[in-house]
């Protein structure tokens, strides 16, 4: 059974950082690319980031390009999501996501395996 269990979110001031983390059980990690996207209330969910299998190719969605990183380490089958400078249009629910493709990517459909979701609350 795969699983995607995210963990690290929470409520943090403008201007502040929360890394987040994704581990992944019942597949085979290196062999997908994953991506975080997140889910505002009465909004779509969007992408955010995506990492390849082997981690050489970061993608970015262009509102947190520049202060968001992803990351992995095939090692312990957990991705990372590294967020600073956070502002009140990052909360949202976050969510994690396991793609067969090698690079994975923005399309929401390219991914097959989706975890919960942790709450990112950015608010003075």
């Known amino acids: 059974q795969v699983q995607l269990v995210e963990s690290g979110g929470g409520l943090v001031q403008p201007g502040g950082s929360l890394r987040l983390s994704c581990a992944v059980s019942g597949l085979t990690f290196s062999n997908v690319a994953m991506?975080?996207?997140?889910?505002?209330?009465?909004?779509?969910?969007?992408?955010?980031?995506?990492?390849?299998?082997?981690?050489?190719?970061p993608q970015y969605a262009d509102s947190v390009t520049g202060r968001f990183t992803i990351s992995r380490d095939n090692a312990k089958n957990t991705a990372y999501l590294q967020m600073n400078s956070l502002n009140t249009e990052d909360s949202a629910v976050y969510y994690c996501a396991?793609?067969?493709?090698?690079?994975?990517?923005?399309?929401?459909?390219?991914?097959?395996?989706?975890?919960?979701?942790?709450?990112?609350?950015?608010s003075s």
Do not use: C, H, L, M
């Not at 996207?37 to 082997?54: C, D, L, N």
């Not at 793609?99 to 923005?106: A, E, F, L, Q, R």
């Open 35 to 57: 991506g975080w996207f997140r889910q505002a209330p009465g909004k779509e969910r969007a992408f955010v980031a995506s990492i390849s299998r082997s981690g050489n190719f």
């Open 98 to 122: 396991a793609s067969n493709t090698v690079y994975g990517g923005s399309p929401s459909n390219s991914y097959d395996n989706w975890g919960q979701g942790t709450q990112v609350t950015v």
